[in-house]
T-cell receptor, first 114, second 110 residues
Framework: KAGVTQTPRYLIKTRGQQVTLSCSPI?????VSWYQQTPGQGLQFLFE???????NKGNFPGRFSGRQFSNSRSEMNVSTLELGDSALYLC?????????????FGPGTRLTVT | SQQGEEDPQALSIQEGENATMNCSYK?????LQWYRQNSGRGLVHLIL?????REKHSGRLRVTLDTSKKSSSLLITASRAADTASYFC??????????FGTGTSLTVIP
């Protein structure tokens, strides 16, 4: 069974631009969560989607948004990029949202904002 | 903050020794998970323990949970060089919203 895939793996953007990251969950998994990992703040929860609906949202500004498609694939978008958005963005999928199933993480997308 | 806090921040041991790391959290939880992250690699799920469980084993891993003290511990027995990694606890409420701790960096010296 293929794991969680994230594209692109590396991205360099300029301050003020916007970026879209993609995540394909494990086949059959319906829940997709996004996390931001930085050396200073560690791993922080961004949001979680289940059946195309955002179920939970972390404490991030509105510049961070996401969506989930009917095939469970998910995208997250960051608009008006700031230098502080440079981070590793991790996507995790799990079987369902209402039960604490294990989360399986993708390799991440390394975003650098210059 | 619901973020867990691991202790110690860094741990260095000889191969074959046991490694223990602790996680403390602040709010009520539904479950707690431990993850490992190797340098340059993604997070790998190690073990999940639910709030009504007190201890769980998986191979060389043993996790305990004390909800009255809001703490958990991860014990790795007979450590190997390949266990060198950062270890994170993640606390979960309802659904799949998890809050990760700051991590313990474990170095196992061959």
């Amino acid at each position: 069974k293929a794991g969680v895939t994230q594209t692109p793996r590396y991205l360099i953007k300029t301050r003020g631009q916007q970026v879209t990251l993609s995540c394909s969950p494990i086949s059959g998994h319906r829940s997709v969560s996004w996390y931001q990992q930085t050396p200073g703040q560690g791993l922080q929860f961004l949001f979680e989607y289940f059946s195309e609906t955002q179920r939970n949202k972390g404490n991030f500004p509105g510049r961070f948004s996401g969506r989930q498609f009917s095939n469970s694939r998910s995208e997250m978008n960051v608009s008006t990029l700031e230098l502080g958005d440079s981070a590793l963005y991790l996507c995790a999928s799990s079987l369902a949202a209402d039960y604490p199933y294990e989360q399986y993480f993708g390799p991440g997308t390394r975003l650098t904002v210059t | 903050s619901q973020q867990g806090e691991e202790d110690p921040q860094a741990l260095s041991i000889q191969e074959g020794e046991n490694a223990t790391m602790n996680c403390s959290y602040k709010t009520s939880i539904n479950n707690l998970q431990w993850y490992r992250q190797n340098s340059g690699r993604g997070l790998v799920h190690l073990i999940l323990i639910r709030s009504n469980e007190r201890e769980k084993h998986s191979g060389r891993l043993r996790v305990t949970l004390d909800t009255s003290k809001k703490s958990s511990s991860l014990l790795i027995t007979a450590s190997r060089a390949a266990d060198t990694a950062s270890y994170f606890c993640a606390t979960g409420g309802t659904g799949n919203q998890f809050y990760f701790g700051t991590g313990t960096s474990l170095t196992v010296i061959p």
